[in-house]
Nanobody
Framework: QEQWLDSGGGSLQVGGSLGLSCAVS????????MTWFRQAPGKERQKVAH???????YYASPVKGRFTISRDNAKDTVYLQMNSLKPEDTSTYYC????????????????WGQGTQVTVSS
């Protein structure tokens, strides 16, 4: 069975930086794309960023210019570098593998990480 391991969360002050990673263990057939989501208590899950196998990236407006998504296709690992963190970035972050894409999009998620908590002090 596949197991996605997302890690790198923690607590820090506003303006700080934090890097998240998500790696697969076991067998995998590869991903069309990888996505980072986040969900805060009492709020719906939101897409943060995604990256396709071809390297196309998407960023949600609130994080554009501050966050960077990247991946290592050979290792099936995806990263999220978060800079200039704000209190509103406080959330549980999840990685997810997409099995469908248009070349620029990412959808049809079939595997998720367990989530890693990011807390930004105000």
């Amino acid at each position: 069975q596949e197991q996605w391991l997302d890690s790198g969360g923690g607590s820090l002050q506003v303006g700080g930086s934090l890097g998240l990673s998500c790696a697969v263990s076991g067998y995998t057939y590869g991903s069309v794309c990888m996505t980072w989501f986040r969900q805060a208590p009492g709020k719906e899950r939101q897409k943060v960023a995604h990256i396709t196998r071809g390297g196309f990236t998407y960023y949600a407006s609130p994080v554009k210019g501050r966050f960077t998504i990247s991946r290592d296709n050979a290792k099936d690992t995806v990263y999220l570098q978060m800079n200039s963190l704000k209190p509103e970035d406080t959330s549980t972050y999840y990685c997810a593998r997409g099995t469908g894409g248009t070349g620029v999009g990412c959808f049809a998620y079939d595997s998720w990480g367990q989530g890693t908590q990011v807390t930004v002090s105000s």
